[in-house]
């Protein structure tokens, strides 16, 4: 399998990527000190997915970009990995087809229009689904969704172990995201606590202005174990999903008229799920857990 690369990248995105390469120093110790739990299974065991007869295909051509870790960023080596990228080849080794299959890295803001344009054949990329999209490209089914997470300090005075514990509670959330929205619809007995950004918020809950925080599990998770929280504070309860809130998971993305192709990957997903390969890549990536 071939990997082409180009190198631009927005400076926000730029900025989270080295935020989560810095987290993912601490991944072997947090791997040993918390096991996570299993990936849920986005396919129905009864359900059979057809297979279609792809030996017509000439290759296929995944698109990705390089600044969206853990699913796919370069390491240290200048190699580009990730969950996406492992999740890619494993989808080609499924379907027979990995002579055939090329993982291509480009700027974020241009797969959308490069797939469009026939330069490539499925993105990978975690582009959020939406209605306008779907005018225009068609999407696997999910394989991976992100759910939401309360974080609590260990040092605050919670007598359960649910959410309905924090009822009366300070809960640190960011004001104008879907969480915020979120933890109103889901949860009005908690006292929620806006801040401006991401940072305000985990410094209130680690130094106890706030006993808990209500935000993205991705990373929470990741912050929790990272060198930065110093132990303060652990997830608590959920995971909370929700389709309207946080959208359809983690999905592949192609152009309509390939029906055929985006039918086998959606075969190969549902096959990895079941026996257990996409749970492997799973905990390769995400040590500490989402669920």
């Known amino acids: 399998m071939r990997i082409c690369l180009s190198s631009t990248m927005s400076v926000a995105r ?3 990527r080295a935020a989560l390469i810095a987290l993912s120093c601490a991944w072997p110790a947090a791997a040993q000190e918390t096991k996570p739990q299993n990936l849920p299974i986005l396919f129905d065991a009864r359900e059979r997915l057809p297979k279609p007869d792809l030996t017509s295909l000439v290759r296929l051509r995944f698109l990705t970009s390089i600044d969206f870790p853990p699913f796919n960023f370069l390491d240290q080596n200048g190699k580009l990995t990730g969950f996406h990228v492992e ?14 299959c090329q993982i291509q890295a480009l ?10 344009a026939s330069q490539g054949d499925a993105v990978i990329a975690g582009v959020a689904v939406t209605p306008e999209l779907r005018k225009t490209f068609a999407f696997s089914r ?8 309360f974080l609590r300090n260990l040092k605050a005075s919670i007598s359960g172990t649910t959410a309905a514990s924090l009822s009366g509670h300070p809960v640190g959330v960011v004001k104008g995201t879907v969480h915020e929205a979120m933890l109103a619809a889901f949860f009005p007995a908690i006292k929620p ?6 940072d305000a918020l985990l410094a209130a809950v680690k130094d106890g202005k ?39 998971g983690m999905t592949i993305m192609l152009r309509q008229q390939d029906a ?30 989402l669920y």
């Open 142 to 149: 999910p394989f991976l969704m992100l759910p939401a997470r």
């Open 193 to 198: 606590v806006p801040f401006d950004d991401k």
């Open 14 to 16: 730029l900025l989270a």
């Open 260 to 289: 055929d192709l985006t039918a086998a990957i959606n075969h190969a997903l549902a096959t990895l799920s079941r026996d257990g390969r996409l749970q492997e890549i799973y905990l390769r990536y995400f040590p500490y857990g």
């Open 87 to 100: 999740l890619a080849r494993k989808i080609c080794d499924e379907l027979a087809i990995s002579d055939k």
């Open 210 to 248: 706030v006993d808990a925080a209500f935000a993205d599990g991705l990373q929470l998770s990741f912050w929790v174990s990272s060198p930065a929280a110093e132990k303060c504070c652990a997830l608590f309860d959920g995971p909370y999903l929700s389709q309207q809130f946080l959208g359809e």
């Open 107 to 116: 700027p974020f803001g241009e797969l959308q229009g490069a797939l469009a």
